[in-house]
C-alpha cells in the first residue's frame, strides 16, 4: 500500500532506517513506470546535508530518469542541460536488498560507465518510487523518482 501523504523533500528528512523500512513495506512495487521523472539524490538522509547534496546533484549531474516500458528500458537524464544518456533495462525481479519483488533498472549490457550499477525501485506513494543504488551488488545510494500528477 502507499502513503499519499509522502514526498520527495519527506524522503529526504528520514533516515537510513527509515528508508530502508519504507522500501521493505512495499508488498507490491507498483507499475513499471512510463514518462518522464525528476530525480532526487538521496544522500546522507535525515541530515542538514542531505537538501544540500540533492540540489547540487540535481543541478549538476542527475536530473532524472525518463521511461519506456513498451521498450522495457530508461534512459537518464544527465548534466546541466538533461541530456538523455545511460540506457538501462527495466524489469521487475526480487530485489537484492530483500528478496521481494521489485522494479530492476539493469545497466549491465547497455552501459559502459554504468555496467555495475542495478537501481531497484518501489511505488511509495502515487507517482513516487523510492530507488536503491547497488554497486556489485553493494548498495550505495538511495534516490526518488518523482512523476507528475
Not at 530502508?20 to 518522464?36: C, H, Q, T, Y
Amino acid at each position: 500500500m502507499t502513503d499519499t501523504s509522502l514526498t520527495a523533500s519527506a524522503l529526504l528528512e528520514m533516515s537510513e532506517t527509515e528508508l530502508e523500512n519504507l522500501f521493505r513495506g512495499v508488498s507490491d512495487p507498483g507499475p513499471i513506470p512510463a514518462g518522464e521523472a525528476q530525480g532526487t539524490v538521496i544522500v546522507a538522509p535525515g541530515t542538514e546535508l542531505s537538501d544540500l547534496a540533492a540540489k547540487v546533484a540535481h543541478y549538476v549531474a542527475w536530473q532524472g530518469k525518463v521511461f519506456d516500458p513498451v521498450a522495457g528500458e530508461l534512459r537518464n537524464e544527465i548534466g546541466p542541460l538533461g541530456a538523455k544518456a545511460v540506457r538501462a533495462k527495466v524489469y521487475k525481479q526480487d530485489s537484492w536488498f530483500d528478496s521481494l519483488q521489485s522494479i530492476v533498472l539493469d545497466y549491465s549490457e547497455t552501459s559502459l560507465v554504468a555496467h555495475w550499477v542495478r537501481d531497484e525501485i518501489r511505488e511509495v506513494a502515487p507517482g513516487l518510487y523510492l530507488g536503491i543504488v547497488f554497486w556489485k551488488r553493494k548498495k550505495i545510494l538511495d534516490f526518488c523518482l518523482q512523476f507528475p500528477a
